[in-house]
């Protein structure tokens, strides 16, 4: 019998302290720059240092996750993130916060890899994301309302990453040890759909960067343009981040109703025009209503993204690249947003990237068009050219003990055999029986 699926909470667990890095970006960039007394561009390209290490480790290991285990690869990964935030924590020269910076980024990346393969490999992989998206929303919703309230210095948000990676060492434990098996050599396998995930792929870089390119500035907008405290950015920043646990519970609870086309096109165009009303904020009124109300769609799409890229490769290679390569596009963000608002403003710099959402629209909902169908997931199991098929068997009698399609798992594919027209075509009754158990005649 097939042994009992493993717990979903460790990858839940390894996903949050995968992630939390680039959703503690704004303040992480902002204490460099306080702290150390860097430039706005100088910390941001600390930022991006941190997060380019967490989308090399991503793209390294996309296809050796099963190789070496997801046990081992995670257990790696949280050490280095733990060890490389701590030391960036404690030192207080330049070149070893970065060199901290850089290596917490890579045991970021490596952890996130796992986790992203492992939900791919899930029945449900959007089910999985949004517990994910969820739970590191909440993690970095606490930390925005504690971090400032504990002093200044730019060691607080590192050493905040360093203890979550460490609290989250023990889920290990009930990871995959991972072995050397016919399946996993399987993984050198060319990768399915290749135009749709590169497509996918290079659509979440630019998806990715504009978020960050706002996200990373947040900050200084509501600090230097709105006039804000830090106390009230940071509960601000904790509000929206709350209104993302809503909008992710209300996804979860969606699931594939709407399919994933039009949450993914019509969100992305809400985000745009949220990103506009955030960089044009002038109060605590306006960046409020565009943190919280960008806050919340975010993280909504992006679930439907990573669902996107899981139902590719049930081997979950597209979700690693996807994901490596949203945050290749988070690490551009912060020195995007820093040159954008240079030269044109926080203002100019909103319309910019709020235009190149709605350009990324179109191919991010062409995507989601083209592989929708494909994977069996609810609602859409279906034979071609016939009914449900989940309706053909629960209502033609089919044997329970016949082994059913599971959610999420490729169709199988149908081979056409040619069959020679011969009039008139005389079949003797008696050449053919009934198939049964052993070949006997039912």
Known sequence: ????????????????????????????????????????????????????????????????????????????????????????????????????????GIGSGTATAVAAAGIAGRRDPHRASTLGLLTVSATAGALYLTIPHLGGGHALPFAALALVAAAVWPATARLETGHDTGEVREAASPLPRPRAGLVLAGAMVCWSMAQNALWGVSGRIGLTQAGLSEVTVGAVFAAALGAGLLGVTAAGALGARLGRALPIGLGTVVIAGCIALSSAAEGLASFAAGEILWNACYPVVLSYLIGLAASLDPRGRWAVLAGSASSLGVACGPVAGSLLSERAGYPGMGLVLGAVLVLLAGPLTAVALHTSGRPLVPGAVRRRGGAPAAVVAGTTGAATGLAAPQIGAPEQPVTEFPVRSLAPLLVRRRAYRQAGPSGQQG
């Open 1 to 104: 019998m097939p042994s009992r699926p493993r717990a979903l909470w460790p990858l839940v667990a390894v996903f949050t302290a995968g992630y939390l890095a680039s959703y503690l970006l704004p303040t992480v960039v902002g204490r460099l720059s306080a702290g150390l007394g860097l430039t706005p561009a100088q910390a941001g390209l600390v930022g991006s240092g941190l997060l380019l290490g967490s989308a090399a480790a991503g793209f390294t290991l996309a296809s050796r996750v099963e190789r070496y285990g997801p046990r081992r690869l995670a257990r790696a990964g949280l050490l280095a993130a733990a060890t490389g935030y701590g030391c960036a924590a404690l030192a207080s020269a330049v070149p070893l916060v970065v060199a901290g910076a850089v290596a917490g």
